[in-house]
């Protein structure tokens, strides 16, 4: 993200820093054209197909109940994987979240370092489908593999103004 815009960004500006998201997300994205079938007997178009994996740390104070990370935050970061993960997508860049359901499969504990991997399923003319995942690592030295916290699809459009909003993701 252009660092100008950080500050007012909620994610990268209000969330970040010690004690709260405590480092920006490492991310790594790619994108694949697929072979898209109109017909079955032809294929014809290419079909891109982004993919993401975010590594962060959430910080203590990003707490709902005590010592327990807020599902709100964890949703949000799953919304901000996903927009980068379609933004490859689509002609500008920019995707808008329409839909976005979270499964909430185990608690999610401060301090600990979590892997967010999206994928797009499908995109059509101006909407995208992307689902991932939300899991926690264990501290180096303690016992015991990752953790599933949650999954989750949506649904993103990209907006018919698109050309009067700001890119954030790409330069």
């Known amino acids: 993200m252009n660092s100008a815009l ?15 998201v405590t480092v920006p997300p490492f991310i790594w994205s790619w994108t694949e054209k697929k072979q898209k079938q109109k017909n079955p007997s032809v294929i014809d178009e290419e079909d891109p197909h982004s993919h993401i994996i975010s590594v962060f740390h959430i910080g203590t104070q ?29 002609p500008s860049g920019l995707g808008m979240t329409a839909n976005l359901t979270v499964d909430f499969r185990k608690p999610a504990l401060p301090d600990r ?15 995208a489908r992307v689902k991932g995942s939300l899991c926690s690592l264990p501290w180096p030295g303690e016992e015991g593999e990752q953790v599933l916290v949650a999954e989750a699809k949506a649904l993103f459009v990209e907006p018919k ?11």
Do not use: I, N, W
């Open 161 to 171: 103004f698109a050309e009067s909003m700001v890119p954030l993701y790409r330069s």
């Open 113 to 127: 370092l979590y892997v967010l991997r999206a994928d797009t399923g499908s995109v059509e003319g101006r909407k």
């Open 62 to 90: 990003l707490c709902g109940h005590p010592g327990f990370v807020h599902g709100g935050l964890l949703t949000v970061m799953l919304d901000e994987a996903f927009a980068r993960c379609v933004s490859a997508c689509f």
């Open 6 to 20: 950080r500050p007012t960004h909620f994610v990268a500006g209000s969330l970040s820093g010690p004690g709260q």
